[in-house]
């Protein structure tokens, strides 16, 4: 299918500055590791790769959705290559991404899908800034997710993969599709709104 090179290597992308994120977790407060990660929505955007987040504002019509759900797929197989690269660190990645796992599913699905909507509005404005050469929104607006809790699904999905595998539980499959489905929300509300 269509854009599945690219998907993957959105995916690698996004688990790289996740895992640059969770190396520096324990270093004032994650600030430098937030602002690092902004590298992977850089590079997606200069190099048009097809994330799910970057992708999901600006769709035309339901008949795209099959399309963005294998992109979702493609993002999530570059994640899970990075991911597996992450169990061979000396760093303490899994540990950190276990930390994040634990919580998004102590505040559940609904909480947490919820949050996610505000990932999803500042990706699609970040993008947009972005595919129009203006890329201090994307150092700005990656942090800014981060710092607030915001959960993005490519990022949790490396966070997810990172994981220890006795971390694997229905509820977790359940929390990743609040997230995407909080992503999608987050990242079209915009239109909804500009429309009423």
């Keep these: ?36 990660f902004a590298f992977g929505l850089l590079a997606v955007v200069h190099y ?5 987040t970057g992708t999901a504002g600006f769709i035309q019509s339901a008949a795209e959705l099959p399309h963005l759900l294998w992109i979702l797929l493609g993002n999530i197989v570059g994640t899970l290559l990075v991911a597996g690269l992450a169990r061979l660190s000396p760093l303490p990645i899994c540990d950190n991404a276990a930390n994040i796992l634990a919580a998004r599913t102590a505040i559940g699905p609904l909480k947490a899908g919820l949050l996610a909507i505000g990932c999803g509005c500042i990706m699609t404005t970040a993008v947009q800034f972005g595919r129009e ?12 997710f981060i710092i607030c809790g915001f959960p993005h699904c490519i990022a949790d999905a490396f966070y997810i993969l990172a994981s220890p595998w006795s971390m694997y539980t229905p509820a977790t499959l359940l929390l990743y599709v609040a997230l995407v489905l909080g992503n999608f ?12």
């Design 1 to 36: 299918m269509k854009d599945t090179g690219s998907s993957i290597l959105a995916g690698i992308c996004i688990g790289i500055a996740g895992w640059v994120n969770l190396a520096l977790a324990g270093v004032g407060k994650g600030i430098p590791g937030a602002i690092i």
């Design 48 to 52: 048009k790769l097809r994330l799910y």
């Design 133 to 144: 050469g203006k890329y201090l929104l994307i150092i700005f607006g990656v942090p800014a």
């Design 185 to 196: 929300i987050g990242c079209n509300l915009y239109r909804v709104l500009i429309k009423l």
